[in-house]
DNA sequence: TCGCGCGGTTGACCTGGGTCAAAGCCGTAG
DNA sequence: CTACGGCTTTGACCCAGGTCAACCGCGCGA
């Protein structure tokens, strides 16, 4: 198989493109690379310019903010399927974030040229980048909220509960596995690693959770979603 | 003047609409509504279906979160010549934010379907659309930033930093009119009332400000930047 | 098998910023 | 002029969550 054609079959898979036609699929295939990073790599750094936008195929990325004390902040983690990078293409900024892989991760690169192409003959490809851009904004968002007026406690709660597979349909348990690190998380959700592992400790006192690893066992959803 | 050229006009003047040619703007204007709101007034109420975006010709706009227990939490106050609501015109979910002016404000509102309509045929349209949205996304991502890891002082300092007029050119002086209500700057930045208060008060008490109201001298605007 | 390193946990302590309460400080309508 | 209501400030106190430091436990490479 030509790389290209692996390229197109890769993009047509993923939901950005489940509206583009083969033809207009074909184009973008021209405009990107894949790449393949092993965990831990960084993709770019913030201030670095932007020559185009990402699509994890697998593996996991995390976008991050560093602060100059060494602090870290995690903003947001990709996974399969996902899109990074569409806003800062069109701004001529740098990245705000810098990029790294969590995992051995395979992506595609789109590059800024083909993108600003398609989008002068193909309404539909438009109309699914304002739909992601919105979406990320609307995730940004809540972040804000949870930031701005949720304990630490309400946050792990509301993550836990965001991601549980609920057992019985109409049951009361759920389990979640961690997708990633505790640190991770606990930076995505604003608090120390410290911090996180308190507050689980504590809702397990509660019996509302057990934790055995990356295995969360959520003891009692209904408790849980009602926790003030 | 009819009615519809004087929406012609005032579209046509917005940065939004500054690459659209007058028959394009014209067909925005017929799904364009004009509206006149006193200060005070909820525009729309978090959960309410959204029916297309509005734009300020003149007046504050506050976006805001309100959580249970009464605490509201101000995103973004939208001033003159900017756009809001757009993100949620792109998803199928409910205003996640409600609208409040601050003052008499005239607005206008650009209905879901012409807007939708137009990026149907008109590329550069999209394209300042997708701009915007990256704009605003940036602004989340830096508010972010600001919420995890600057302290309220910080917040304070980047707030003055951003919109200062320095006196003469390489000038250590500057001045900022705040624009809104302190409590409103306070919600913006994260902070209660009282703790931008005192913020301030430290900041004067240093040598580095010195406030009269609303109108806020800068008096050493080096030391302010090096703060740490 | 051992040792080492990393991710996670626990404990003790501290502090930035929130909370509650009261007192100015205007501007405006009587 | 006065009183009232909405901001803003000040003071006293408190607590969620951060910091520093030690420790644990597991996986992995030599």
Redesign the pocket.
Known sequence: MKPELKVSAFLANLPLFKETSPEQIDRVAQGTRVLHFARGEMLFHRGDPCEGFHLVVYGQVKLALSSQQG?DKVVEVIGPGMSFGEAVMFLEKPYPVYAQTLSDSLLLHVSKSVVFAEIEHNPQFSRQLLGGLSRRLHGLISDVEAYSLR???QRVIGYLLRDVQVSEPQGNQGEVMLPI????IASRL????????????ELTAQGLVA?DG?RVVIADLERLRAYD
């Open positions: 602090a304990s630490g406690t690190g505790k640190g991770v604003n608090l120390t690693p410290q911090h996180f592992s308190r507050i689980l400790h934790v990356r």
